[in-house]
C-alpha cells in the first residue's frame, strides 16, 4: 500500500487517479524535469533531474501495468476500482502478534543466566548485545548525523527566506526550487540559470534583475516587481503572475517573443509596454 502511494506522490497525484490523469502528469513531470533543459555546466542539477525523470518513469510504468492488470479481470476479485487495489494489503498488519510469545518464553526460564541479561547490571557483558543489537537498528541514523559517513545527508537548507536582503547577490545557477522568497528583495540580483521550479516570490523586488534562462516553471510572481527585468530565455510556463509589473522588462529580441508563458496567468498584470494584461 505504501509503495503504491509512493508512486502516486511521485506523479503528484491522489491514490486511485485515472491512467489517462497518470499519463497527463507523467507528460507535465517530464517537461520539467528533463536534463535537457537545464545547461551542461550545472551537472549537478543535470544528475538531480537524471534520478527525478528515473523515479517518474517507475512511476509512471508501475501504476500503468497496475490499471491495465485491473481491466482484464472484468471486475473480477474484489476490484471494481484502482482503490481497492490497497485491500490485500492491509491484511499484512496482524504480523505483530507472534512477538508476544517470545517475550514471555524469555521471562518464564529458569535460567539464572538469562536473567542476568535482562539485569541493568553495569559489569554484565550481556548488555554488549542489546547494544549491538540496537545498534543494527539504528543504522540509518549515522547516515544522517556523522559527516565522516559516506552515506552522510546534510541536514536540509530552511526553505523560508521571506522578506530576505539579496540585492544584488549572485545567485546564478543557484538551485532555488520551492524556496519562499515572498517579499524578498532581489533587484539588481544574477539569477541567470537558476533552477526556480515552484519557488515562491509574491510581493518580491525582481527590478532589474538577470533572470536570463530561469526556469520558473509554476513559480508563484503574484504582485511581484518585475520592472526592467532581463527574461529573456526564461522559462515560465504555469508561472502565477496576477498583478506583478513587468514594465520594461526585456522579453523580446525585435518582434520575436523569447519568454515561454504557456499557461501563466497574467491577469491584471502589468505587461512591459505598459498595458495591463485582461
Known sequence: MRELERYYRVLDL????????????????????????????????REKAQKKLQEINEAREKLR???????????SHHSHHSYNSYQPYQHHSPPPPPKKPQ?????????PQSSNSRSPNPQSPN???????????????PRSTNPQSPN???PKQNPDLSGKDFSHANLSNKDLSGR????????????????????????????????????LLLADL????????????????????????LTGARVRSGDRLLVKLIGANLSGAIMPDGNVHG
Do not use: C
Open 222 to 245: 503574484r504582485e511581484a516587481n518585475l520592472r526592467n527585468t532581463n527574461l529573456i530565455g526564461a522559462d515560465l510556463s504555469g508561472a502565477d503572475l496576477r498583478g506583478a509589473d
Open 65 to 75: 501495468s497496475l490499471k491495465t492488470k485491473h481491466q482484464i479481470p472484468h471486475h
Open 103 to 111: 517475550t514471555k518464553t524469555t521471562y518464564q526460564s529458569p535460567n
Open 127 to 141: 548488555p554488549q548485545s542489546p547494544n549491538s543489537q540496537s545498534a543494527n537498528h539504528q543504522s540509518p541514523n
Open 180 to 215: 519562499n522568497l515572498s517579499y524578498a528583495n532581489l533587484s539588481g540580483a544574477n539569477l541567470s540559470d537558476a533552477f526556480m521550479h515552484k519557488v515562491v516570490l509574491r510581493g518580491a523586488d525582481l527590478s532589474e534583475a538577470n533572470l536570463f534562462r530561469a526556469n
Open 14 to 45: 491522489e491514490p486511485g487517479a485515472s491512467l489517462e490523469e497518470v499519463n497527463q502528469a507523467y507528460k507535465d513531470l517530464a517537461f520539467i524535469w528533463h536534463p535537457d533543459r537545464i545547461p551542461l555546466e550545472n551537472q549537478r542539477l
Open 152 to 154: 552522510y545527508e546534510p
